[in-house]
T-cell receptor
Framework: AQKITQTQPGMFVQEKEAVTLDCTYDTSDPSYGLFWYKQPSSGEMIFLIYQGSYDQQNATEGRYSLNFQKARKSANLVISASQLGDSAMYFCAMRELLSGGSYIPTFGRGTSLIVHP | ETGVTQTPRHLVMGMTNKKSLKCEQHLGHNAMYWYKQSAKKPLELMFVYSLEERVENNSVPSRFSPECPNSSHLFLHLHTLQPEDSALYLC??????????????FGSGTRLTVV
């Protein structure tokens, strides 16, 4: 079963507008972490933001904020004031505890964001 | 040099060749990972090493063989690959600590083409 679901294969936004990228997750582990990564065409995965399952406040990092709704198991990424350089693939990921005691990250299929001038 | 470095950036190999991908991290992290990224598919976790011990092998074919000689280096040895193995191979590292986490740092990847 898919553990990270990103339902938007592609999104378009006007420069300087805000955009929300959706992510829902599924886990039975009470201790987990959620991440968002950006992957430009160069291929490198760039860490954007992290939310721990016990964090009381929504995570924010500059123009990025994570709208964490634990009961709904959603962790949407909000990018404010979009810039042309934000055009990229965006991946939602979850860190889960394996039975052996190690953590592994699992990624969604990604959302392609295109920012129009 | 800082961060996670992967070499080579691009690799073309025949199905009968043997080659290795290299990953090096200078962050003092204690866990390293290999991921495969194919077109239109999610990132597939291949191997996880924690404190130089393999803790996850995600049903990867034996033609892929990982090696982690120390906490800073990770290799992926390739032999008798198939064309469907063509993909972007990403290495990542992280520092696993009790009660916290600080993200996964990825390398720029090796774009592998099997001909």
């Amino acid at each position: 079963a898919q553990k990270i679901t990103q339902t938007q294969p592609g999104m378009f936004v006007q420069e300087k507008e805000a955009v929300t990228l959706d992510c829902t997750y599924d886990t039975s582990d009470p201790s987990y972490g959620l991440f968002w990564y950006k992957q430009p065409s160069s291929g490198e995965m760039i860490f954007l933001i992290y939310q721990g399952s016990y964090d009381q406040q929504n995570a924010t990092e500059g123009r990025y904020s994570l709208n964490f709704q634990k009961a709904r198991k959603s962790a949407n990424l909000v990018i404010s004031a979009s810039q042309l350089g934000d055009s990229a693939m965006y991946f939602c990921a979850m860190r889960e505890l394996l039975s052996g005691g190690s953590y592994i990250p699992t990624f969604g299929r990604g959302t392609s964001l295109i920012v129009h001038p | 040099e800082t961060g996670v470095t992967q070499t080579p950036r691009h690799l073309v190999m025949g199905m009968t060749n043997k080659k290795s991908l290299k990953c090096e991290q200078h962050l003092g992290h204690n866990a390293m990972y290999w991921y495969k990224q194919s077109a239109k598919k999610p990132l597939e976790l291949m191997f996880v090493y924690s404190l130089e011990e393999r803790v996850e092998n995600n049903s990867v074919p034996s033609r892929f063989s990982p090696e982690c000689p120390n906490s800073s280096h990770l290799f992926l040895h390739l032999h008798t690959l198939q064309p469907e193995d063509s993909a972007l191979y990403l290495c990542a590292s992280s520092q696993e600590v009790a009660g916290g986490h600080y993200g996964y740092t990825f390398g720029s990847g090796t774009r592998l083409t099997v001909v």
